[in-house]
C-alpha cells in the first residue's frame, strides 16, 4: 500500500539549534500516528515541514507516493494535506458557516442563503463524519470544543488524505477529549491518515494506531501502540535507560559519563563538605503557596525549602506553573494566599532569555546595568555611575568567557550562548542568597551548555555563603545532573521526588502523567458521559 | 555588497542614525524634484526660492526660520520623549492647545501678578496644563489598558473645540470682532533672544530642555528605566525588577508638559494672543520631526531646524517661484516615508549580516 505522505531523511535547523536532524517518517492511509516527545523535541517542526508551513534544509517529502516539494501551506493543501492549528485560525464574528466556506473559497451571504448547494454539503459532510457542529452562531459564542470540531470539518470539506493536528487535547476538558477521539477515529475510518502532535502518554496510548516518538531532533522508535506502554513511552522521550538512571541513585555526586568536567571539578573541590554544615541555612522557604484562582491557579499550595548552597532540581513538562514558582522565588510576584519568606534580592535566569533576560538594543553594559541601575553603590549624586558598570561588566565579559567585540556590543549581535553567558554573569552578581535558573541551556550548544553549567555549579558549591540554586528546567537530563534534590511540577503542584526514587523513568512518568496525581479529577478511563452525538462543549463554553 | 555591510555594522549607531537621515532628506528632495518637474514647475527655480525664504538672509534664518522651528522643536521634543518610553503619545497637539489655554488665561485673568513673575506663573500654568491633558490618556493606559494612540488623538480634537469655545465665548476680546483673547499685557511677553530679531527666548528654551532630556535619558537611572521600558517591557520588570507603571506616568506627564510650553511659548513670544487656528498642526508635524531624529533629543534640535526652514521657505517659494505652499506639506510628508523606509533598508542590512 502507498504510504500518505513519507519524510525521508528530513533535516531542519534555526540558527545553531538543529531542530530535526535526519528524521524519516511514514504516514499510511487511515491510522492515527501519535507524534510524541518533549518540549524542543521536533515534534511541531516535523508537522509543519509536512504541513507546508516550514521548508526542511535537507531530506524529501512524499505525498501519496509522489516526491513533493512543499513551498506553503497552500502548496499542502492542493495535495490533500490540513492542518489544525493549536491556535485556531477561524474568524470570530463569522458563523461556523462562513468560516467553513471563507477557508474553502465558496461565496456565501450573510444567511448562506445564496449558496444553499455548498451549505447542504458543509451538512452532510459534518453529518459523515458524525461532527456535531454548530453552524449559525458566530464562532465567539462558541466553546473550545466546538471551534476545534469547526476547524475540523473546515479542513476536511475538501478531499484530504492527512490531517495533521497540533496539540488539539491541549485546550479541551477531559470529556472533549473523549469526544475528539471519537471524531478522529471517524475520519481515519474514512481513510485520513492523521498525526496527532501531543506529549500526554496515555491519550495518545487511548487514540493512535501507531507512535513515533522524537527527542531532541532525533528518530527514537515508531511502533504499534497496541504493543507500548506509557512507561516504555516515558523512558524514550527523556532517553534514558532504566540501568543508567538506577546507577546515580540518590547522588549527585556519582558522577558518570555524561556530566561536564568543570561542574564536576567544581563539585569536588568546593561542594559536599561545605554543604551538611549549610543544611539548616534556608534562603527561601514558600508555605502553601497558590497563585491564581479558580479550577486552574497557576500554583496549587506548594510548600518548599531552598538551603543555603543547595541546588534544588524543578522538572516537568512547561507550563505547569514553573514560570509562577520562578517569579515567586524572585520576589516579582507575591502569593494570593500562603506565605513566601525571601530573602532580599534574587538572581533570576529567565527562560526567554532574548526577550526577558535581555535588552536586544541595549550594550552587554546596559544590559548590565538592569541589575545595578537601582543600586545605590552605582550613582553619583543623580548621576549613573556608568564607568563603574562598564567596569564591572568588563570583569563579566572575563569571567564568563562571553565572546564579544567589547561590553559596547550591542546584545542582539552575539550568539545565544554569548548572550546566556551575560544573563548568568549578571543574575549572579545579583544573586546574594538566592539563583532561581529557568531552563538556563536551552537552545544553547554543548560548550555555552557546559560553560553555564559549571558556573551556576560553582557558585552553589564554593565560598563561605553561597546561594542557594533553584534549576527550573524541562531537560530531565540537566535536573538529573546537576540537583541535589528533585521535585516536579504537575499542573501547579510541587511534588517532591524521595531519593530512591530519583531516577528518570519514575521522574518522566511524574511528570507526564495527566492529573493521576492527586487532585483526583481527570484523566481515568470510562469517561464518556455527555457526548457521543451530543454538544458536550457547550457545557464548557466560559 | 557584504562589504558594505560590515561597514554600517562598524560605525557607532549614533552615525548610522544620521547618515540614514540625510540620505532620506537628500531621496526626498530628489523625488519632490522629479514630482514638481512633473507638474509643470522648475525644481531649480522651487528649491531656489525655498532657499533663499529659509536660510538667504541671517534675519530669514533667524527669524523666521528658527522662530518657526520653536514649536517645532518643543513638541518634537515631548513627543521623542513619550516614544522612547513606546508611549505613542499623538496628543502633543492638544497638550500644546490646553497649555496655551492655560497660559492666556493665568496672564489675562491674574493681572495682580508682579510683572516679575508673570512669566513663571503662565510657563507654570502652561505646564501643568499640558501635563493634565495627557494625564487622562495616562490613567486610561496604565489602569484600563486603553491604548494611547486613540486616546491622546482624541483628545486633541477635545482640545481643539475647548480653544474655540473659549476664543468666541469666555474668553473672547473685549472688542468683539474677532474670535480672539485680548492681547496679554506685555510682562508676560518673552524678551527677545537677540536684538533686532523675532527670535525669542522660547527657541533657548527649547534648546535647554533638549540638552537636559539627553543627558536625562543617558545618564540617571530615571532616564535609563525610560530607554529600558521603551526597549522591552518585559526585560525591564524581569531583568530590570522595576515596574513600568511610573515610567509611563512620567513620560506622558513630562511629555504633555513640554507640549504644553510650546503652545504658550508660541503666545508669549510671537502672536501675544490666543485664536482659533493657533497650531498649524505643530503637534503632529513633531512626530516627524521626532522620527527623523530618530528619537534623539539632540538631533530633535536640528531636525526641528529642517521643519522649520521648510515653513520658513514655502511662502518664498509660492511667491517667487510660483509653487504652492501645500507642496510643503507634500514634502513634510516624504521625509516620514523616506525616514522609515531607509530605516527599515539599514535594520534589513544589519539582520542579513546576522
Given at each position: 500500500m502507498t504510504a500518505a505522505a513519507r519524510l525521508d531523511s528530513i533535516t531542519r535547523r534555526f540558527g545553531h539549534v538543529t531542530a530535526l536532524d535526519t528524521v524519516d517518517f511514514e504516514l499510511a492511509p487511515g491510522e492515527i500516528h501519535g507524534l510524541l516527545g518533549e518540549n524542543g523535541a521536533g515534534k511541531t517542526t516535523l508537522a509543519n515541514i509536512l504541513g507546508g508551513l516550514l521548508v526542511a534544509d535537507a531530506g524529501g517529502v512524499e505525498i501519496g507516493g509522489r516526491a513533493v516539494d512543499l513551498r506553503s501551506a497552500r502548496d499542502a493543501r492542493a495535495l490533500g494535506v490540513a492542518m489544525v492549528h493549536q491556535h485556531f485560525s477561524l474568524?470570530?464574528?463569522?458563523?461556523g458557516f462562513e468560516n467553513v466556506a471563507l477557508f474553502n473559497g465558496e461565496a456565501w451571504t450573510r444567511r448562506g442563503t445564496a449558496t444553499r448547494g455548498y451549505r447542504s454539503q458543509v451538512e452532510a459532510r459534518a453529518r459523515e463524519l458524525k461532527l456535531a457542529v454548530e453552524l449559525d452562531a458566530p464562532v465567539a459564542e462558541l466553546g473550545v470544543g466546538e471551534r476545534q470540531r469547526i476547524e475540523i470539518l473546515k479542513a476536511l470539506m475538501s478531499d484530504t488524505r492527512v490531517l495533521l493536528l497540533d496539540e488539539p487535547t491541549a485546550v479541551l476538558a477531559p470529556q472533549e477529549v473523549d469526544g475528539l477521539f471519537a471524531v478522529l477515529r471517524e475520519v481515519a475510518g474514512a481513510g485520513t491518515a492523521i498525526v496527532l502532535v501531543a506529549h500526554k502518554l496515555d491519550e495518545v496510548l487511548a487514540v493512535a494506531d501507531r507512535v513515533t516518538v522524537l527527542r531532541r531532533g532525533r528518530h527514537v522508535l515508531t511502533e504499534a501502540?497496541?504493543?507500548?506502554t506509557a512507561r516504555e513511552l516515558a523512558k524514550a522521550m527523556v532517553g534514558r535507560g532504566l540501568a543508567a538512571a538506577g546507577a546515580r541513585g540518590a547522588g549527585w555526586a556519582a558522577g558518570s559519563e555524561g556530566e561536564p568536567p568543570s561542574a564536576r571539578a567544581a563539585a569536588d573541590a568546593g561542594g559536599r563538605a561545605g554543604q551538611s554544615e549549610a543544611d539548616a541555612d534556608p534562603v527561601a522557604v514558600l508555605d502553601d503557596v497558590t497563585v491564581g484562582s479558580g479550577e486552574a491557579p497557576a500554583l496549587r499550595d506548594v510548600s518548599l525549602t531552598v538551603h543555603r548552597g543547595e541546588i534544588l532540581g524543578i522538572a516537568g513538562v512547561d507550563g505547569n506553573g514553573q514560570r509562577a514558582l520562578a517569579a515567586v522565588l524572585a520576589g516579582m510576584v507575591r502569593p494570593d494566599t500562603g506565605t513566601a519568606n525571601l530573602s532580599e534580592e534574587a538572581g533570576w535566569i529567565p527562560q526567554d532569555r532574548s526577550d526577558e533576560g535581555l535588552v536586544k538594543d541595549f550594550t552587554i553594559v546596559e544590559n548590565v546595568a538592569l541589575a545595578l541601575h537601582g543600586n545605590a553603590s552605582h550613582r553619583r549624586g543623580p548621576w549613573l555611575d556608568w564607568a563603574g558598570i562598564a567596569d564591572r561588566s568588563a570583569a563579566l565579559v572575563d569571567e564568563m568567557d562571553v565572546l564579544a567585540g567589547s561590553p559596547d556590543a550591542r546584545a542582539g549581535t552575539l550568539s545565544g550562548g554569548n548572550q546566556q553567558k551575560v544573563v548568568t554573569g549578571r543574575e549572579l552578581l545579583r544573586a546574594g542568597e538566592l539563583l532561581v535558573a529557568e531552563s538556563p541551556t536551552r537552545g544553547l550548544d554543548v560548550q555555552a551548555t557546559r560553560a553555564v553549567r559549571a558556573r551556576i555549579v560553582e557558585l552553589a558549591r564554593t565560598g563561605d555563603r553561597p546561594p542557594g540554586v533553584v534549576l527550573i528546567s524541562t531537560d530531565l537530563d540537566e535536573v538529573l545532573e546537576l540537583a541535589d534534590r528533585i521535585a516536579v511540577m504537575v499542573r501547579g503542584r510541587l511534588i517532591p521526588v524521595p531519593p530512591e526514587d530519583c531516577d528518570a523513568t519514575a521522574i518522566g512518568a511524574l511528570m507526564l502523567s495527566a492529573g493521576s496525581t492527586g487532585d483526583g479529577g481527570h484523566g481515568g478511563g470510562g469517561n464518556d458521559a455527555g457526548h457521543g452525538g451530543g454538544r458536550a462543549g457547550r457545557e464548557h463554553t466560559t | 555588497m557584504s562589504r558594505g555591510f560590515s561597514i554600517t555594522a562598524r560605525l557607532r549607531p549614533e552615525l548610522v542614525a544620521t547618515i540614514t537621515a540625510t540620505v532620506a532628506v537628500i531621496a526626498t528632495l530628489a523625488v519632490a524634484a522629479t514630482l514638481l518637474a512633473l507638474g509643470g514647475h522648475s525644481p531649480g527655480d522651487a528649491f531656489a526660492a525655498l532657499a533663499r525664504g529659509a536660510f538667504g538672509t541671517w534675519d530669514r534664518f533667524v527669524s523666521f526660520t528658527l522662530v518657526r522651528a520653536t514649536p517645532l522643536l518643543l513638541t518634537g521634543l515631548a513627543v521623542a520623549l513619550a516614544f522612547r518610553a513606546r508611549v505613542w503619545n499623538i496628543g502633543a497637539e492638544g497638550q500644546l492647545h490646553a497649555g496655551a489655554l492655560a497660559g492666556v488665561a493665568v496672564a489675562l485673568l491674574l493681572p495682580g501678578a508682579g510683572a516679575v513673575l508673570a512669566l513663571p506663573i503662565t510657563l507654570l500654568a502652561a505646564a501643568a496644563a499640558g501635563a493634565l491633558w495627557a494625564s487622562v490618556p495616562a490613567a486610561m493606559k496604565t489602569e484600563m489598558g486603553v491604548g494611547e494612540v486613540i486616546t491622546t488623538l482624541l483628545m486633541n480634537f477635545v482640545a481643539l473645540f475647548l480653544a474655540q469655545f473659549l476664543v468666541q465665548g469666555p474668553l473672547r476680546e473685549s472688542r468683539g470682532v474677532f474670535n480672539q483673547t485680548d492681547e496679554i499685557p506685555a510682562a508676560a511677553h518673552l524678551p527677545a533672544?537677540?536684538?533686532?530679531?523675532?527670535?525669542?527666548?522660547g527657541f533657548l528654551f527649547g534648546v535647554v530642555i533638549a540638552v537636559t532630556l539627553w543627558l536625562f535619558l543617558t545618564r540617571t537611572p530615571g532616564g535609563f528605566r525610560i530607554r529600558a521600558a521603551g526597549a522591552s517591557v518585559r526585560a525591564a520588570e524581569v531583568s530590570g525588577r522595576f515596574s513600568v507603571t511610573p515610567v509611563i506616568w512620567l513620560s506622558f506627564l513630562a511629555s504633555g508638559a513640554i507640549a504644553g510650553l510650546a503652545g504658550w511659548i508660541q503666545i508669549a513670544g510671537v502672536t501675544h494672543r490666543m485664536y482659533?487656528?493657533?497650531?498649524?498642526g505643530w503637534g503632529y508635524t513633531a512626530i516627524a520631526v521626532a522620527l527623523l531624529a530618530r528619537l534623539h533629543p539632540l538631533a530633535v534640535v536640528v531636525t526641528a531646524i529642517v521643519f522649520g526652514a521648510l515653513s520658513a521657505g514655502g511662502g518664498a517659494m509660492q511667491r517667487e517661484a510660483g509653487v504652492p505652499e501645500v507642496w510643503v506639506r507634500g514634502i513634510e510628508a516624504l521625509v516620514i516615508l523616506a525616514v522609515l523606509t531607509a530605516d527599515r533598508i539599514v535594520q534589513g542590512m544589519a539582520a542579513s549580516r546576522d
Open positions: 474568524v470570530p464574528r463569522f458563523t501502540a497496541a504493543g507500548l | 533672544l537677540l536684538p533686532d530679531t523675532r527670535l525669542h527666548l482659533e487656528g493657533l497650531s498649524p
